[in-house]
């Protein structure tokens, strides 16, 4: 068996003192120093990262690993802005503040690194890893004063469901599917099969979608049935032949049985072959009766919507069996146990155990004070974080496989919806100090027109020198 590799962790050199290049500019010629994200490259407490990554990698042994503070920025951007591995090293070829952000020094004209590092990359960083970037988002945003301690007492706790990327699953595709791979597992150990079904398989799935689009369900029904009987015969035949099958074989064996035993009403059925842990799970919606994935949850502060956890729960549990994990994790990010939880009726008769008081929002609003019913008014807030996160950071849609990939994809996800409020939070306290430094020069211009003019010159000195100039202050998300 092949040795795990091992690399070590590549440290960054603050030392060192930065010299010109004869062929390549220097970013810091570059890059305007007030723009929002040097700010945030400048505010982010990188050394934090390597400090907590060191139980990741091997202490004297193995080649030097990528930079650290390059592939947590890379996952930073990646979430950020809603691209793939392949589309984030794109634009930072482009872009001189991306590499600033990164840690570059000089324009650099190549990618830093390719997609597969970057997977190998998150599989080294596990979850512990991913919630170090989320805490990281949060302490940024203590220290720079754009979250206040007091918005961290009172939070939002809601759950949803992170799809995975699958097709949709029908008996018909997935019996020709799971032959295929077991044909293609077979060849690969040498196996010698009496028939594999290639040519009829594929001309009876084409029928029996056909049959199916035109309404007549007892021939597609009739065309299902044969392709299980293929996949059986298929299964039979190489339990037949191998005793001890290869480990990968041996799963694809495991899987076809359940799947030609499977009923229409058994729990905990196969939904698709290369991610066998997806789970059906139905959350009452109108326009989407099922979904395929992982049931994941969301903790944001009650007032400002910051995502204070994030958290995948494979197995489909109870939403009110997810408090207490959830709330643990929050805990842990943020130093101290939130004060109070607020939920919807899907969290009654919750495992929760603790000091927070925990909020069951229901229907009847009239019999509590009114300072308590504002905060129950506040619990909708965590639905369009919900829908931002989904729609614009990748959770709408998981690409990273496996259970590992689910518990990842939700808290990068939630890392780059803060990273997106730290950004505006800078442009906007920046936008803010540009007003505030121009209504100064304002009032300056003002005073030199009444010295000169009159106050009716400098009136109308005073709107020429504002005109022209608009402030434009985005609000949070």
């Known amino acids: 068996m092949r040795k795990k590799s091992c690399k070590m962790l590549t440290k960054s050199k603050t030392t060192d003192r930065v010299q010109s290049h004869l062929f390549k500019p220097l970013l810091r010629d570059i890059v305007f120093p007030r723009h929002a994200m040097v700010k945030l490259a400048d505010a982010i407490d990188w050394q934090s990262f390597e400090d907590g990554l060191k139980e990741c990698f091997c202490a004297d042994n193995g080649r030097p690993s990528c930079p650290v503070r390059l592939m947590v920025a890379l996952h930073y951007l990646k979430y950020a802005s809603g691209m793939s591995d392949e589309a984030v090293l794109d634009v930072w070829v482009e872009n001189p503040y991306w590499q600033y952000f990164t840690g570059g020094i000089y324009f650099e004209h190549d990618a830093p690194t390719d997609q ?96 199916a689009k035109a309404n007549q369900f007892k021939r597609a029904r009739k065309a299902t049935k044969q392709l299980k009987t293929y996949l059986g015969r298929m299964v039979r035949d190489i339990e037949r032949k191998v005793a001890h099958p290869a480990p990968e074989l041996a799963e694809l064996l495991r899987q076809g049985r359940r799947l030609l035993t499977q009923k229409k009403t058994d729990k905990q059925k196969l939904y698709s072959v290369h991610e066998p842990q997806v789970e059906c799970i139905g959350k009452g919606k109108a326009h989407k009766k099922f979904e395929f994935g992982t049931k994941v949850g969301l903790v944001t502060t009650a007032t400002t919507n ?25 805990s842990k990010l943020i130093g101290h146990e939130p004060e109070m939880a607020i939920c919807d009726l899907g969290y009654r008769g919750h495992n929760y155990e603790g000091n927070c008081n925990v909020q069951v929002v229901n229907r009847f609003r009239k019999r509590i004070s009114r300072s308590l019913s504002r905060w129950w008014n506040r619990r909708s807030a965590i639905e369009p974080v919900i829908g931002h996160v989904k729609a614009e950071h990748r ?83």
């Not at 442009?427 to 003002?446: M, P, V, W």
């Open 395 to 477: 959770m709408g849609r998981n690409y990273l496989g496996g259970r590992l990939g689910d518990e990842l994809n939700v808290i990068f996800a939630a890392a780059g919806f803060n990273f997106r409020k730290l950004l505006r939070a800078f442009a906007l306290f920046l936008c803010l100090s540009f007003e505030l430094a121009f209504s100064q020069l304002a009032s300056q211009l003002e005073k030199c027109y009444t010295n000169r003019f009159g106050k009716g010159r400098a009136r109308e000195g005073k709107n020429r020198s504002r005109k022209g100039f608009s402030f434009s202050q985005p609000a949070f998300a």
């Open 306 to 330: 910051w995502i204070v956890g994030a958290e995948a729960y494979p197995g489909n549990p109870y939403d009110g069996h997810t408090l207490k994990s959830a709330l643990a994790q929050t």
């Open 116 to 211: 597969s590092t970057m997977s190998r990359w998150r599989k080294k960083l596990a979850k512990s890893g991913a919630e170090k970037m989320l805490e990281e988002s949060l302490k940024t945003g203590l220290r720079e004063g754009f979250i206040k301690k007091t918005e961290l007492n009172r939070v939002n706790v809601d759950s949803t469901v992170q799809e995975k990327n699958v097709r949709y699953p029908t008996d018909a595709r997935l019996y020709d599917r799971l032959r295929e791979r077991l044909v293609k597992s077979a060849r690969k150990n040498g196996i010698e099969l009496r028939q594999t079904y290639e040519r009829v398989g594929k001309k009876v799935l084409r029928s029996q979608s056909g049959y």
